[in-house]
């Protein structure tokens, strides 16, 4: 089976691992220090606070900037539950935007700047796919508001502008992400103040780890806010620390394979649409099409199933998750549910090759013309 996405891990993950085992110190240690270093070096960030998971991220990115109760922040439907979840976990309310359009799935500022109230305290943009949101446009947006910008890049790590939009960005390692660490997370803070106040709640609101406590003279602690065990492991920080040495050239084949995704799916199933038809700084994360409406997708996903081809849908909208509707119930997002309708992810890792690409290209024009046939024969 050709799977969605996949993580690339060899010989020298193994190695990294075995040396964190042989080494006897097993959590918050010297490599996850070298991870954070190394992760903000990439990223022109001075330093970076490492981790669980993405979720923990954000979790900590709000519970620092004082969001709470009574506050609302305004998040997309079009991602992961996560992005919504974390607002809920500080007990504020998550206010759902739609999507500027089919080609832009990403949050419209239009329908943001109609969602606004005087309980808006912060939005948090979610790069879809690896392309970038428009960075000049939403710090103007929130200037004039006074909101706080949250980067969720989960699907973009690599590239310079992330974690430069506003307050902070939430970065994810999860298995099927462009870098793994099996699970784990980062947060750029540009902010010392802000990342410190995210590092101590990491571990508990205590003013010192156990490996400082090692160095230092003093084995006292202080636990001076209510904090959480959001802490990354030596053996997850080796991995970050391979793989994040292979970023770069991943993220190049990825766009290698994405362009030559879009010229093939153009001349081959010309009734197909790519979203971000237009060029857009992107890590690319994963490869979305839109169906043609005549197209039942469920079809589409069993044909190439046969053809040994898996497809995932990104995303089923958080609005219309049983949680969500129960919650707030009557959200409608128009332009959000009609691309999830619609939307398939066809392959896209580093180790598929251009041969694979056009295979998976030509199983889509089969999989469309029986659905023409059907469709005609009905
Ligand atoms: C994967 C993902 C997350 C959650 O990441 P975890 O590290 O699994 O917590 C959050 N937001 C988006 C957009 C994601 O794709």
């Not at 943009?125 to 000049?136: M, P, T």
């Not at 197909?272 to 979305?288: C, D, E, K, N």
């Not at 079809?299 to 089923?316: A, F, K, M, N, S």
């Not at 959200?331 to 392959?347: G, K, S, Y």
Request: hydrophobic share 45%.
């Amino acid at each position: 089976m050709l799977l969605v996405s996949a993580p690339i891990l060899g010989v020298s993950e193994k190695a990294a691992l075995s040396k964190v085992i042989d080494s006897g110190w097993l959590t918050m240690g010297e490599r996850v220090r070298a991870f954070e270093e190394a992760f903000a070096t990439m990223h022109g960030a001075d330093d970076c606070v490492a981790v669980s998971s993405c979720t923990a991220a954000l979790h900590l990115i709000l519970h620092a900037l004082g969001i709470g109760p009574g506050d609302e922040v305004l998040v997309p439907s079009m991602t992961f539950v996560a992005t919504a979840n974390a607002v809920l976990y500080v007990g504020a309310t998550p206010v759902f935007v739609d999507i500027e359009s089919a080609d832009v799935p990403l949050m419209s500022i239009v329908e943001a700047e109609a969602r606004c109230t005087p309980r808006t305290k912060a939005v948090i943009l979610v790069h879809f796919a690896g392309y970038l949101a428009d960075r000049l446009e939403w710090q103007k947006f929130a200037r004039a508001r006074g909101l706080q910008i949250i980067e969720d890049a989960a699907h973009a790590p690599g590239l310079k502008e992330v974690g430069t939009f506003g307050a902070a960005a939430a970065f994810s390692f999860y298995g099927n992400k462009n870098m793994t660490t099996a699970e784990g997370g980062i947060v750029i803070a540009r902010d010392p103040d802000l990342r410190e106040r995210i590092r101590q709640a990491r571990g508990h609101g205590m003013t010192t780890g156990t490996h400082q406590r090692l160095n230092s003279r003093t084995p006292q602690y202080d636990v001076t806010m209510l904090g959480f065990n959001y802490r990354m492991d030596e053996m997850r920080a080796a991995i970050g620390l391979v793989q994040l040495q292979n970023l770069q050239e991943w993220n190049e084949i990825r766009r290698i394979l994405t362009v030559l995704y879009r010229r093939l799916i153009a001349t081959k199933c010309p009734t197909v649409a790519v979203p971000f038809s237009q060029p857009r700084t992107s890590a690319h994360h994963i490869m979305p099409i839109l169906l043609p409406r005549y197209a039942k997708r469920q079809d589409v996903i069993d044909e190439l199933r046969t053809q040994g081809i898996q497809t995932t849908i990104h995303y089923p909208p958080v609005h219309q998750m049983t949680l969500y509707r129960e919650r707030f119930p009557g959200t409608h997002l128009p332009l959000t549910e009609d691309f999830a309708q619609r939307e398939l992810t066809i392959p896209l890792h580093p180790q598929i090759t251009a041969s694979v690409v056009e295979a998976v290209v030509s199983g889509l024009a089969i999989a469309l013309s029986n659905c023409a046939q059907t469709g005609a024969a009905a």
